[in-house]
């Protein structure tokens, strides 16, 4: 049970940094600078991410159990996982306005930012061609959300000091975020082992 747990632990760390989906995989990266312009809406999108990468993972790893006896199987599983994640946006979609309807009239397209982005869709082919079994599919859909979640954050801070700063006037705004976010990855690119090529 301890090494379970362990597992676990390590699978969403390494979801949450080493594999970053922003930082590491530039996934969803075009959405994050969107959803940088209303600050309000982080951290719903946040959460939003996380709950759509979790079940999509969860819906993904039964369709890839049913797909591993099709012939020609790696034709069919990119359509299967996307439409994995559009059922599971329909899911969280219509529960949300049974359950929260004012709340989703306010955040509502949040929802549709975070599912229809090609992040979801990359935690999901990664947890599958890694082999991962429901539960660590489970944990890295989690964390998966948690690192675009903390990358959003981290680049909102930085964008908001840097707008104090003294930045040349072609710098300002989103290329210096770009640049930051760039310097970002290639440190987190380092930090998990690999050389740049010379």
């Known amino acids: ?45 946040g959460v939003s991410l996380t709950l759509v990468t979790t079940l999509s993972a969860v819906f993904a790893w039964t369709a890839g159990s049913f797909l591993k006896n099709l012939p020609h199987r790696y034709l069919w599983e990119p359509l299967a996982y996307a439409v994995c994640v559009i059922v599971v946006y329909l899911i969280v ?4 306005l049974q ?25 999901v082919l990664l947890s599958v061609r890694q082999s991962m079994d429901l539960g660590h599919s489970i944990v890295f859909g989690i964390g998966s959300g948690i690192g ?28 210096i975020t770009l640049l930051f976010v760039g310097i970002l990855a290639l440190a987190l690119y380092g930090l ?3 050389q740049l090529p010379t």
């Open 1 to 45: 049970m301890r090494q379970l747990l362990f597992d676990f632990m390590v699978t969403a760390l390494i979801a949450i940094f080493v594999e970053n989906a922003v930082f590491a995989r530039a996934l969803g990266s075009t959405k994050l600078m969107v959803v940088l312009r209303k600050p309000r809406s982080v951290l719903p999108m």
């Open 93 to 96: 979609r219509f529960a949300w």
């Open 99 to 123: 359950l929260m309807p004012k709340t989703y009239e306010r955040f509502g397209g949040v929802l549709t930012t975070a599912s229809l982005n090609c992040a979801v869709l990359g935690v």
């Open 148 to 175: 675009f979640t903390f990358a959003m954050l981290l680049v909102r801070e930085i964008e908001d000091r840097l707008m104090a700063a003294n930045v040349p006037k072609a710098f300002k705004g989103l290329p």
């Open 192 to 194: 998990v082992g690999h």
